[in-house]
């Protein structure tokens, strides 16, 4: 991608825009690119603080990928409640903005909730939030900049910033290529891709898998749950982790939607929250809606098995119902993927059935 640098009004402007083109071209990991664009940015102004956050588009949250200078609970405060409180930045969603500064808002800024509680405590007179979006308009998260100077960060920086907003966004775009997203798996973790048809690719990297049946249920998952533009509704979404049994070993199935369809991947690991194999399957099978009844009939315990069952992980999870049980166990991987294909396919069986009646 080229970016007109022929109006910035200094050399060191058009030379750290070039410089930023180029570290995007290189063959460097997401986590070094990110240090030396933020290297770049600091050259252009004197910014005390910067964070540089994902949206993701499965869970709908954000996450800061990279903090300088703000304190643990400012970064939490930008990734969990900023979005939705502070004026400002709520301005600029109205108002279809890709920046705001201290200076470019329509009111004392200084007075606003997230000031009073965050940036003067802690010493900013300045700051400011960029939209980022990637090359085609998709929202991908937020670089938030905080500054000890009221006139910093300029107008001019945060024209820099709309302007390359499309090259910054690659490197929090959580619709990555399957080739990012296999640089952060972990060392033992076993990878596949699925594209939009239903077909199954390995990288080359990997070794062929000897849970092939993994495979078989995350591609059967992916075509009847991964549909895009069913994943606003709650119990028609793709979990992003689930959790499957091979013979005595648990494994974690990580699903991360890319370009072009989804990268896949699981390694062993020990199931959240302390729970049993039998707890975990009694979770799941709550969470995707059986009754007390249908679940004692399918794990073939009793009905007041269950219930105890039941009492025992709200009480590891601290969950205050079933509602919210099912709730923590699609974000938190306590899906069953068996169950969660099983699931589906009774629901198809159920809907034929009706049809034919």
């Known amino acids: 991608m080229q970016i007109d640098n022929s109006h910035y009004a200094t050399s060191a402007q058009r030379r750290s825009v070039s410089n930023i083109m180029s570290i995007m071209s290189e063959d460097l990991s997401r986590a070094n690119r990110i240090l030396l664009v933020a290297e770049e940015l600091n050259t252009l102004a004197p910014l005390a603080a910067m964070s540089l956050s994902i949206y993701d588009p499965l ?59 965050f940036w003067n405590p802690a010493g900013y007179k300045g700051g400011s ?14 670089l938030h900049t905080s500054s000890e100077d009221p006139g910093q960060p300029s107008v001019g920086f945060l024209r820099i ?45 990997h070794e062929a898998c000897i849970f092939g049946r993994i495979h ?52 062993p690991a020990s199931l959240p929250f302390g729970l049993t194999i039998r707890q975990a399957e009694v979770c799941s099978l709550s969470a995707i809606g059986m009754t007390r009844t249908q679940i004692a009939d399918i794990l073939t315990i009793s009905a007041r098995t269950v219930d105890r069952h039941i009492e025992n992980i709200l009480e590891k999870t601290f969950a205050r119902n079933r509602i919210e049980l099912a709730y923590l166990a699609a974000s938190s991987g306590l899906i069953n993927l068996d169950y969660l294909v099983a699931h589906f396919n009774s629901a198809q069986c159920h809907k034929k059935g009706g049809e034919d009646d």
């Not at 939030?129 to 937020?142: A, H, P, Q």
């Not at 640089?183 to 076993?190: D, P, Q, S, T």
Request: aromatic share 12%.
């Open 129 to 142: 939030t960029s939209y980022l979006k990637s090359r085609s308009n998709r929202y991908v998260g937020n």
């Open 216 to 267: 078989e249920l995350s591609n059967i998952a992916v075509r009847k749950y991964g549909n895009i533009d069913s994943l606003h509704v709650i119990g028609a979404r793709l979990p992003s982790t689930c959790w499957c049994l091979c013979g005595e070993i648990v494994h974690r199935v990580d699903f991360k939607i890319c370009h072009g369809g989804w990268l896949v991947s699981h390694v």
């Open 59 to 117: 869970t709908r949250n954000h996450n800061s990928i990279f903090s300088h200078g703000y304190s643990r609970e400012t970064v939490a405060y930008l990734d969990n409640s900023y979005m939705s409180i502070d004026p400002a930045y709520l301005w600029i969603l109205r108002t279809n903005q890709s920046f705001f500064s201290w200076e470019t808002t329509n009111f004392d800024y200084s007075r606003s909730i997230s000031a009073r509680n």
């Open 161 to 205: 910033i709309d302007d390359i907003s499309p090259v910054l966004s690659a490197l929090v775009d959580n619709w990555e290529t399957p080739k990012s997203l296999i640089e952060g798996l972990e060392e033992h973790a076993c990878s596949l891709f699925i594209d939009d048809k239903g077909n199954t690719q390995r990288p080359h990297r």
